[in-house]
């Protein structure tokens, strides 16, 4: 029983290691960032911009609404561009929360490092989510184009 009990203490030893390793490395990171954030976040916010201004450029304007009657496929588009802009404005929302803004870099750093572990579940969901509703469109798109 006492061996069960070493092995989970050594456990928990090496877990809390590698959470303080991570974190000291997020929490240089973030110092060092010049824009505040990680670099892979700074890689999430570009795309989710750029997958954001797609779905915006999906949805009709005012002007163009009463354009021709829409294909089902056209029409089925519509509201997963909706969606999908709306998620990634969320997600665009988090990450510019994981982000330090303050110029004493210091403690901000651990402080949004700290965060970024705690909502990296959060931050994986959305990246998971925005990542089927982009296929799901290009699969849309791809049925209009045929």
């Known amino acids: 029983m006492e061996s069960f009990a070493v092995l989970g203490l050594a456990a928990n030893i090496l877990q809390f290691l590698d959470f303080s390793g991570k974190l000291i490395s997020g929490t240089l990171e973030l110092y060092h960032a010049v824009d505040g954030a990680t670099s892979s ?7 989710s ?3 954001v201004q797609l779905c915006a450029g999906l949805l009709p304007t005012a002007p163009c609404s009463n354009r021709l009657a829409k294909s089902e496929p056209e029409a089925a588009l519509l509201p997963l561009s909706e969606s999908c802009r709306t998620l990634g404005q ?7 929360d994981l982000k330090v803004k303050s110029h004493r870099k210091g403690w901000q750093s ?6 970024g ?3 990296a579940r959060d931050v994986h969901r959305y990246e998971k989510q925005l990542g089927f509703y982009r296929s799901q469109i290009a699969t849309r798109l791809l049925t ?3």
Do not use: C, M, P, T
């Open 49 to 51: 911009k750029d997958l």
């Open 117 to 119: 572990a705690w909502k």
């Open 144 to 146: 209009i184009l045929v």
């Open 41 to 47: 976040n700074l890689v999430l916010e570009n795309i």
């Open 90 to 96: 969320e997600f665009l929302a988090v990450l510019d």
């Open 110 to 115: 651990v402080r949004q490092a700290l965060r």
